[in-house]
């Protein structure tokens, strides 16, 4: 892959790709303007007759046990899930790119030390940290956790946009830079940075996909998102108690992470098409 | 002298911007005549290379062959062949060198099972004997020590070697044709000129017919019977060497002539081609070469076809009719 | 005769396998004890095929790489003694353009903004329409329009991005650049026009270059005076007509027979060497030519002693023979 950014054409290349951005892009829309049409996810408007409907006209994706619009609420935990994800992401990509790009252009002692960082916090399974630290600090706010998710998630990325920059740091551009006088911030942030977008989009968008699933295993035990903010993994808990008789309470908010993080996936393949040599 | 492959016709298109083809290699006719060197000469965008790849049916997606081509061995027209009675040509009767040693050359397997690879695919001997034509091969392409050779990997050998193995496994299929793609331009021109002996003497030795493609027209004025210009896509000027360079006659190979800079003679200014190559897509309609040429004829709207000035002789241009 | 505008004493750039585990490999002796002087206003060509340490010689002289010993004295001053502060002063008085023109260019940046880089680094423009002036006309004496700053550079040809390159360069208003095979990677017209380019700016703004090529015929171009090297070592010296009419050294007269003439009548014998190049890492004792070496008068000698660079007839050549011409066939 080359650093620089896909042309809007290329990344609708291939069929796969232009499904996975269509589904985002609904997605998202879905999750932005849906409050607007629906219910309050909120509201119960008939606790007890209206509880654990199929779904219907009125209710397409059915009402949980409080009589809450399923619909309603998929769609406002889609608001919350992508935004977790989204803010998680960013600060973990931050992180990563600027670990990455000077450990890469300043070699030797510096890059040698944050790369064993890197490699030791590589060995530590994630999902085990958070649980640990949730499990320390109780009431955790969601701000925090999402802080945390990003800080937990910087490793491997630092490890790819290092490697761009090792390769970069040759190009014949950086050498101009320095010659004209050129310090290494700018070299880093005006030149190498720039050329690390490629990879570094593919790489968050995976990671979007990846913190979706994170978020909802966590509020699926309990201990992510807590009610009574929706969120898909917390309605699949939610609704685990009723399973069998209105199944539908978690089919679709498992729907909705499958299907999200499949499309995340897909556009993600499209921009690692696009980006690939062979139109270099 | 007796031809042994006719390239006729032949037009390689390319998709180009909304639905329509574009024609990198627009027409390029040309014989190779056995023991004769016919060098293919001009510049990036020219065509060249693609003329090449299509001569064996190796021009890459989503480039296709246009109907109407031919490209002769004999009795056989090669365009017309597909899979085995194909593979039967490739690397046995035609065999094509190319440009860059480092990236042609497998790196994962020894000097010895890529040119006995060759040997296995078309003749029929055992291994022992295979083992035995490679290191004749090598020792005819001029690497000393043969036997200690076989054994090595290409990232062991420097790139004149690697160049002798390429043309060792080309020589390895007793090909009637060779096809030799700027074999020395990533070469030291110590190493060039080497290397330019192997090709010449083993032309002779075996009677090949050999195709050089080049930009450079000094290997071209030691080492080719006959030039052939090209410049967007078309064949632009057709003759012997001396002739061609006594009397170069097309305006483009006349701005070639000037741009070149030489180690002798008078030391004047260079005057070289105003402007750039254009893409195939932004081709001029009638002579492809009027936006740059410094003569305006009155013709030049119409595309002018091969004419003669001399014997044996051929520029695509207008001027071949008399001057303006 | 005004002091030369840039002179270097023994100038030696050994390459060591980095990383904190690397075996004990003996270092690339890529540059082994090279001195030249470039005068002003001038071009010395510095000609060689790969391995030799001309690129290396380029890039050390401007400080893009840490010398391993020997000096440089750019205008009076030690350019390998200077502070951060003083050494990107310097830098705006050597520059340097590159071989390749697809990488020399940042990708994600305009042709303005890379045109611009030094005018920034440098502060050299009060305001931004100052600096826009500056690029347009830095782009227009480079034979660009300068309409093209606003485009990006994957939209040009190799011809037009070595000009780019060439502007960029120009900017910071230098007193010498470093030619690093810039017209190597270019067809011949392109060549061409580049050549013509850089001999216009030369005369235009009294420029000196330190040419770095392996086409002596390109070299004849644009250069008054041309250093052969070899193996890190510099084998003869000297005038530009002088070298290629009457070559002592050697490898000078090889180089010379290989170059192909575009003339079919000018064929010629050639000389062909033998062998391999030997590799940097471990050159041949004595006269690093010698293993190669066709001269009827080599001996013990040459493989005991390295010869120094003197005066021979026209030129200086590092050989113990050069009185002798090598080969009948040199020319």
Known sequence: MNGALPRAGSILGTPSARAGLLAITAILLFGALAPLALPDPAAQPDIVSGALQPPSAAAPFGTDELSRDVLARVAAGARVSLTVAAIAVALAMTLGALIGIVAGYAGGAVDAVLMRIVDGALAVPRLFVLLLLLAAWERMPLVALIGLIGVTGWFGTSRLVRAEVLRLREEGFVHAARALGAGPGRVMFRHLLPNTLGPLLVAATLAVGDVILLEAGLSFLGLGVRPPTPSWGGMIYDGRAVLTVAPWVSIFPGLAIIATVLSVNLLAGGLKAALSPRDA | ?324 | ?331
């Open chain 2, 1 to 324: 002298m007796t031809t042994l492959l006719e390239v006729k016709n032949l037009r390689i298109s390319f998709p180009g911007d909304a639905g329509t083809r574009v024609y990198p290699v627009d027409g390029v006719s040309f014989v190779l005549e056995r023991g004769r060197t016919l060098a293919l000469v001009g510049e990036s965008g020219s065509g060249k290379s693609l003329t090449a790849l299509g001569m064996l049916q190796l021009v890459p997606a989503p480039g296709r062959i246009e109907p109407g081509s031919v490209v002769r061995l004999g009795e056989t027209d090669i365009l017309a062949l597909k899979g085995e009675s194909l593979r039967r040509i490739r690397g046995r009767r035609i065999a094509m060198i190319f440009q860059d040693p480092m990236t042609s050359l497998n790196p994962v397997f020894t000097v010895e099972s890529q040119i006995t690879e060759v040997v296995h695919a078309h003749f029929d001997v055992s291994r022992g004997e295979a083992r035995d034509r490679a290191a004749a091969l090598l020792e005819e392409v001029g690497i000393p020590d043969p036997l200690a050779r076989l054994k090595a990997y290409p990232h062991q050998l420097s790139g004149g070697m690697r160049q002798r193995v390429m043309i060792a496994i080309a020589l390895a299929g007793q090909p009637e044709v060779l096809i030799a793609d700027e074999p020395t331009t990533a070469l030291d021109v110590t190493v060039q000129a080497q290397i330019l002996e192997v090709l010449d003497g083993l032309r002779e030795s075996h009677g090949m017919a050999v195709l050089l493609i080049t930009h450079d027209l000094g290997i071209v004025a030691g080492r080719a019977d006959r030039v052939a210009v090209m410049y967007a896509g078309q064949i632009v000027e057709s003759a012997p060497t001396a002739s061609l360079f006594a009397r170069p006659s097309h305006p483009y190979t006349q701005g070639l002539f000037g741009s070149v800079p030489r180690l002798t003679g008078a030391l004047g200014r260079l005057s070289p081609i105003p402007g750039n190559v254009p893409p195939p897509d932004a081709w001029p309609s009638g002579c492809r070469f009027r936006t740059r040429c410094p003569i305006v004829h009155p013709r030049s709207e119409q595309a002018p076809p091969l004419l003669p000035v001399g014997p044996d002789h051929l520029i695509r241009c207008w001027l071949a009719e008399g001057p303006e």
């Open chain 3, 1 to 331: 005769m005004s002091a030369p505008l840039l002179m270097v004493r023994d100038l030696v750039k050994h390459y060591r396998s980095e990383g904190l585990f690397a075996r004990k490999a003996p270092p690339v002796r890529a540059v082994d004890g090279v001195s030249f002087e470039v005068g002003r206003g001038e071009t010395l060509a510095l000609v060689g095929e790969s391995g030799c340490g001309k690129s290396s010689v380029g890039r050390t002289i401007i400080r893009l790489q840490e010398p391993t010993s020997g000096e440089a004295i750019f205008d009076g001053e030690p350019v390998f003694q200077l502070a951060r502060e003083p050494l990107r002063a310097l830098r705006r008085r050597m520059q340097i353009i590159f071989q390749d023109p697809y990488s020399s260019l940042n990708p994600r940046m305009t042709v303005g903004d890379a045109v611009a880089e030094g005018i920034e680094i440098h502060r050299l423009a009060g305001s931004k329409a100052e600096r826009n002036e500056r690029v347009a006309s830095l782009l227009e004496e480079v034979g660009l329009d300068a309409s093209y700053a606003r485009r990006y550079p994957h939209e040009f040809s190799g011809g037009q991005r070595q000009r780019i390159g060439i502007a960029r360069a120009l900017a910071v208003e230098p007193s010498f650049i470093v030619c690093d095979e810039p017209v190597s990677a270019l067809d011949v017209s392109v060549q061409a026009q580049v050549l013509n380019l850089l001999r216009d700016l030369q005369e235009r703004r009294g420029l000196s270059y330190l040419f770095i090529a392996h086409d002596l015929a390109v070299v004849r171009q644009i250069a008054q005076r041309v250093a052969v090297m070899y193996l890190g070592h510099i084998v003869e010296t000297g005038p530009t007509e002088a070298l290629l009419s009457d070559p002592r050294h050697p490898y000078t007269q090889a180089l010379l027979s290989a170059v192909p003439e575009p003339d079919p009548s000018a064929q010629r014998e050639r000389i062909v060497l033998t062998g391999d190049l030997p590799s940097p890492s471990n050159p041949p004792p004595g006269c690093r030519f010698h293993t190669r070496c066709f001269h009827p008068l080599r001996s013990e000698r040459c493989r005991t002693e390295v010869p120094v660079l003197r005066p021979v007839h026209q030129t200086e050549a590092a050989c113990h023979y050069a009185e002798t011409p090598a080969s009948p066939l040199a020319r």
